[in-house]
């Protein structure tokens, strides 16, 4: 096959994404993304080095573009974090089958380090330091990626919340009317309450601290 005259990053990231959002995370391979770009496989090594700069690559498109929080805000640490994490999710729910890559890639690309440090830094003006710190982070990261992919796996509106809502309702009563009351929960809404769970029980852990 011919080798494409300019081949940028971003056009190799493209076409890892186009894989990954088409065929799952496990189809992304040096030859499948060779192949979306209308390549041989050794041609694509010219550029990049292997299925792990791959991965980077398309954690940082993915990433890069986050808006991070002003430093001089007035607004409240976790008003400041809630904001920070819904773009985080805004950005990873375009793409959701790149979530585990968003884990295993975190130290790789610069918008990743970029909000990670935003995110530590106002957790630091909420009042948590050391293994307080890592706990707070540690779970609002965990919570954004797994919510992603369970909205993804396991939505809402999907037919597994459909087929509890029409449960034996003598033998599953709470699972029949949380699954019939949950199909009215729209993905934005389900994310953003359970995120204000969250955030006040960090704020009532560190006034405890």
């Known amino acids: 096959m011919p080798r494409p005259r300019s081949l940028t990053p971003s056009a190799i990231a493209s076409a890892a994404l186009t894989v990954i959002d088409r065929e799952g995370l496990d189809a992304l391979t040096m030859r499948s993304v060779a192949s979306a770009l209308?390549?041989?496989t050794m041609?694509?090594?010219r550029y990049v080095e292997g299925r792990e700069a791959l991965e980077s690559l398309v954690v940082d498109t993915?990433?890069?573009?986050?808006?991070?929080?002003?430093?001089?805000?007035?607004?409240?640490?976790?008003?400041?974090?809630?904001?920070?994490?819904?773009r985080v999710r805004e950005a990873v729910v375009q793409h959701p089958a790149v979530a585990p890559l968003l884990l295993t890639r975190r130290h790789s690309t610069e918008g990743t380090l970029a909000w990670g440090e935003a995110l530590l830094g106002l957790l630091t003006e909420g009042g948590f330091d050391g293994s307080a710190r890592v706990i707070a982070f540690r779970t609002l990261v965990s919570y954004v990626f797994g919510a992603v992919q369970l909205s993804h796996l396991g939505s809402l509106s999907g037919d597994g919340?459909?087929?509890?809502?029409?449960?034996?309702?003598?033998?599953y009563p709470l699972l029949r009317e949380t699954a019939q009351r949950a199909r009215r929960i729209?993905?934005?809404?389900?994310?953003?309450r359970s995120l204000e769970v969250i955030l006040r029980g960090l704020e009532e852990a560190v006034a405890r601290r």
């Open 161 to 171: 919340t459909a087929a509890l809502a029409e449960l034996d309702a003598s033998t």
């Open 38 to 40: 209308g390549m041989g």
């Open 43 to 45: 041609s694509l090594y």
């Open 62 to 86: 993915v990433m890069r573009d986050i808006e991070l929080p002003a430093p001089s805000s007035s607004a409240r640490w976790t008003t400041r974090v809630m904001g920070l994490m819904t």
């Open 186 to 192: 729209t993905p934005e809404e389900e994310f953003r």
